[in-house]
């Protein structure tokens, strides 16, 4: 069934965007700190070799044709109904890991490894595949302004530092980001960005380094075919880390 949608796709790929929610249940009660957002590079780069060996090692080698960022979105593990515990991951019977790009050779890779698993290996969790859809339907702009909304923290960075929202120098360095990110696609870069909303901050640590940032809503201007990029890609860097999934 995966094969058959991506192929009916793949040929209006910049029309109609397209994620893949994968549901899963983990063996565990609680992820490890370290395990929330580490293992997502990983995950991705054995997928997609999985599938396309030399795709996998050119993108993590060098990025995307001459660009070093890597067009590919993915979140942490998102349980529904996880118990809230203080300082605690907790999962439930009710996980998902969702994952994206606007690049159909990227995503069809990922959607062929995705067909044939039955468990994602994360960290120290195994993670038992229950099921997974492709996802259609980016958020369409109303008088020319979308808004979008993250469900994972958006890492934005100025001379080594994280920023959060509300910092000086956030505004501007996401827009140098998403206009990056409309160069690599060969789309106009959008306009007018406005933080609309910002969530508590949250730091992770990712292969020992730290990962400070926030959930965010934002307004912006941009070509719609660019507002469907984004939505399979995510806001700001470390996408590939399971940062800035827009919900």
Known sequence: MAFHVFGFVSGVWWQVAMRVRVDVTADVPSLRWEDVHGPARGVVYGL???????????????GWRGHPLKPVGV???????????????TTSPEGSVWFGSPVPEIASALVAALAARTEIVWGAARL???????????????????ELATATPVVIRHEGRDLLPGDEHFVERMEHNLAHKADVLGMPAPRGLK????GP??????????????????????????VEALWSWGLGLDTVQGFGWIR
Do not use: N
């Open 201 to 226: 901050r949250r730091r992770f640590s990712v292969r020992g380094a730290p990962r400070i940032g926030a959930q965010v809503r934002v307004a912006l201007e941009a070509d719609p075919r660019f």
């Open 48 to 62: 997609i070799g999985e599938h396309d060996p030399a795709l996998a090692k050119s993108l993590h080698d060098e």
């Open 195 to 198: 933080v609309l909303e910002a």
């Open 75 to 89: 979140t942490s593990p998102q349980f529904r109904g996880a118990p809230h515990k203080k300082g605690v991951y």
């Open 128 to 146: 038992r595949v229950r099921g997974f859809a492709v996802d259609f339907g980016a958020p369409a702009a109303v008088d020319g302004v979308v």
